[in-house]
């Protein structure tokens, strides 16, 4: 029926228009993976190599390319090498036999002289372009004696010149030849690489000299071709680059092809910098240059056969493939293609290290769902009854086992005799070892080992307490490592999904800021938007040097904040340490308000060490934290732990998790880090500065006082001190501040600190109405003195007092409109 269904909705008469398309790419693909084939994998690629370098000159009379490349590739890749020899005896037999013996002869000398030195030898890579120049001094030298029977000064120097260029030239081809293997070309290239690799080609077109169809010189062909599509690819400084070394090579090969190095490098840069124009454009350098140097030089007589070589190059370079160009511009730096794939790159990398970010966020979570399923309410009650069964069968195995009225209790009465242990074990678990009278009345009726029973029930309760006790800390246990899990997941996945955010294409809006500044006169090197979310912007900019005068936060965040709307504050300032250096700067949203905070402390009867400490966290998700903790007692051992509190609360804040999690992952690490009774308490103000709404967070502190103008508002929580017990719930309550408001802060020492007060909120309060400033450290100074005055003059206990205004945020520097608004 579906079959049927499907039949009947089809289209009929629809032609698939991508389908030859489609055919056509894999028809390609299939003859491209062929040619790899024969010519990189099977090595064709050096026979046809080895031909060209073995008929190549230089100086019309030196071969000192034959042997570095059969050297490079008997190294490289060593299989290959008969295939290049042949290819090299094959290319010197079209200039003579003698060469073609002669090629032959060295090649063979050098694998002589090669395997028997390697034995003494370690490192093959750095001896062989010395046995490469030895072999080519002698074998040359050998030469010319046998053939003339003596060596003349000149024709030494000459060996010598030989020799010199093998040894570069081995060099050369040792970095140029794994170019022409499989398993680098998705590699980017360097930049010796492309030289090496350039002289490599240049020198394999030399073995094109005075070849000519129709008149036309191949290897002048060929090199403007060289030249046009490393133009086209790369840009007018490679393509420069790639005219004079390989005029500079022909020019070499040939002293009359030295004008032709001119010609290369300048249709070379006029083809890169009409690179815009596609091909077309850098065609069109080559034409110009062509004519330009074909008038000038030998007075425009060569000058057609000189157009018609170059169009030629230009046909040839016109039926290249795309396909080709494109793969070859991936691997030179500086091009939009490397450019393109670098970014691929990075964006597999994005992709792949976010997943692995997030697996782990679901393996914690796993970790989380499997700790918290083993607290259930019914798997606590499955477990309790099954505990007291083994209980009962604990203490039946020491009296009930050996005793006569064993099957009248437990096979006939059995409900009766459960009941009664029952309850036996629950009046002495509650009644301090005690069961009622009527109990021990009836239990004597029912059992005739009735005391020893009731011992034996009494003794297994003090082993069952213990082992429930443990337990339920173990429970608990879990389940604060479940909460921790579930936090660490959390802030995990948050963090997958911030390396997942890319940075946003800002390439318009980061002209019109660069010319909005250009136009103001303020000079900007480089703009880069990495966000313009709203609260959330992020900009930085390079600009010259600017001699510490504060240009950035009076001119630039001014300007940027009238610009996108919203108050715009300098982040972080480099400054450059000389004039042609550049400053970078990154630019923020600013937040909405502001916490100025300020403190007065004080230790035990005068002390230099105080057990209370406190801390002032800023955290990077745009929230404030004030936090103060009292240790138990007072000196160093309560200082080190109050400030220990601390520590950890701040690191775990600033990790990402949340407040909760963090501060009962705090409780348990000090629970069980020692048996000593030592505690801490602990008071959390969190505030948001985008809406000044407060958090607190108070375990075991003392209430926290909100002043705002007349009004004085109590913040107050109950929580057992930090270590206490290994398990709590922490309570939060959430104010909602507004600017101009204190918010008072204070250890117990300041709070029930006042001497012959009953109710230490009320005296607080009045004495907070009655405070004539709103100075933060003011208020501080003055509610510390008040309560040091009413001991007079004794100081009891720690002391700490933390005052902190909300206020608006108002930059120090007004917004800079950029234009004039309209009357």
């Known amino acids: 029926m579906e079959k049927l269904e499907r039949t009947i909705t089809e289209p009929i008469g629809e032609v698939d228009l991508n389908r030859p398309k489609v055919e056509i790419g894999k028809l390609f693909g299939k003859i491209q993976a062929g040619l790899e084939t024969f010519f990189i994998k099977k090595g064709y690629l050096f026979l046809i190599i080895g031909f060209l370098l073995g008929r190549a000159l230089i100086l019309s009379q030196l071969t000192p390319f034959t042997l570095p490349f059969f050297a490079a590739i008997y190294l490289v890749r060593r299989e290959k090498a008969p295939l290049a020899l042949i290819g090299l005896i094959g290319g010197a037999a079209t200039l003579s036999f003698t060469h073609a013996a002669t090629t032959f002869i060295i090649c063979f000398l050098f694998l002589f002289v090669f395997r028997i030195s390697k034995k003494w030898v370690r490192n093959e890579l750095k001896v062989l372009p010395f046995f490469v120049a030895g072999t080519l001094l002698a074998g040359t030298v050998a030469k010319t004696f046998i053939l003339k029977g003596h060596v003349s000064l000149y024709e030494l120097m000459m060996a010598g010149v030989e020799a010199s260029l093998g040894f570069i030239l081995c060099l050369i081809f040792l970095q140029s030849l794994p170019l022409l293997s499989l398993n680098r070309r998705r590699q980017s290239l360097k930049t010796e690489e492309i030289v090496c690799l350039i002289i490599m080609l240049a020198s394999v077109m030399t073995g094109t000299i005075g070849w000519n169809v129709y008149d036309l010189s191949v290897e002048h062909i060929m090199s403007r071709y060289l030249v046009l599509i490393f133009a086209f690819v790369a840009g007018a400084t490679v393509g420069s680059t790639v005219g004079v070394v390989t005029g500079l090579i022909f020019s070499l090969a040939n002293i009359s092809s030295l004008y032709h190095m001119s010609l290369l490098a300048f249709s070379g840069l006029l083809g890169g910098l009409l690179k815009e124009g596609r091909k077309i454009g850098v065609a069109l350098g080559l034409l110009i240059a062509t004519l330009l140097m074909g008038m000038y030089v030998d007075g425009g007589a060569n000058l057609i056969i000189s157009l018609y070589e170059t169009g030629a190059a230009i046909l040839l370079f016109l039926l290249t493939p795309q396909n080709l160009t494109m793969k070859l511009s991936k691997h030179i730096p500086g091009t939009p293609e490397y450019a393109a794939e670098q970014q691929q790159y990075m964006r597999k990398m994005r992709d792949v290290t976010a997943q692995r970010v997030s697996q782990f966020s679901n393996v914690f979570q796993a970790l989380s769902k499997s700790f918290s399923a083993h607290n259930e309410p019914s798997g606590w009650e499955e477990n309790s009854d099954r505990e007291f069964d083994y209980f009962l069968s604990n203490v039946t195995e020491k009296t009930c086992q050996t005793c006569f009225k064993k099957d009248h209790c437990w096979a006939r009465n059995f409900d009766t005799t459960y009941d009664y242990m029952k309850e036996i074990m629950n009046d002495l678990d509650y009644e301090d070892g005690q069961i009622s009278p009527r109990l021990a009345r009836e239990w004597d009726k029912h059992c005739t080992r009735a005391k020893k029973t009731t011992e034996v029930i009494q003794q297994e309760l003090t082993f069952y307490k213990a082992n429930q006790k443990l337990k339920k800390q173990v429970q608990e246990s879990r389940k604060l490592v479940a909460d921790q899990l579930l936090g660490v997941s959390a802030v995990m996945g948050d963090f997958a999904k911030e390396i997942q955010r890319e940075r946003e294409n800002h390439h318009k809006q980061e002209e019109l800021i660069l010319e909005a500044m250009q136009e103001f006169g303020i000079q900007v090197e480089q703009v880069e938007i990495y966000s313009l979310e709203q609260g959330n912007v992020d900009i930085e900019m390079t600009i010259p040097y600017c001699n510490g005068l504060g240009e950035c936060e009076k001119l630039i965040a001014p300007m940027l904040s009238d610009i996108l709307g919203e108050t715009i504050l300098v982040n972080s300032e480099e400054c ?248």
């Open 576 to 823: 450059a340490a000389f004039a042609s250096d550049f400053c970078h700067v990154t630019f923020h949203s600013a937040k909405a308000f502001v916490v100025d905070t300020a403190v007065a402390h004080a230790a035990k009867d005068g002390g230099l060490v105080s057990g209370d400490s406190y801390s002032t966290i800023q955290l990077g998700s745009g929230k404030y934290a004030i936090a103060i903790s009292d240790g138990m007692g007072n000196g160093e051992r309560a200082h080190s732990e109050s400030q220990e509190t601390l520590q950890l609360l701040q690191k775990i804040l600033q990790s990402g998790i949340e407040e909760q999690v963090a501060i009962k992952s705090v409780n348990s690490v000090l629970s069980l880090r020692t048996t000593d009774e030592i505690f801490s308490t602990l008071d959390l103000a969190m505030i948001d500065l985008q809406n000044a709404d407060a958090k607190f967070l108070k375990i075991g502190s003392t209430p926290s006082f909100i002043k705002r103008g007349a009004q004085v508002m109590k913040v107050q929580a109950s929580n057992l001190p930090i270590g206490i017990i290994e398990e709590f719930d922490v309570d939060v309550v959430s104010k909602q501040l507004k600017a101009e408001d204190l918010l008072i802060m204070m250890s117990d020492g300041v709070f029930e600190g006042p001497k012959h007060v009953e109710n230490f909120d009320l005296w607080m309060k009045r004495k907070i109405t009655e405070l004539k400033t709103d100075d933060p450290q003011e208020v501080a100074d003055l509610i510390m003195e008040e309560v040091i005055r009413s001991r007079s003059g004794h100081i009891e206990d720690d002391m700490t007092v933390v005052v902190s205004k909300v206020k608006h945020n108002i930059p120090k520097w007004s917004s800079i409109p950029l234009q004039k608004k309209a009357n």
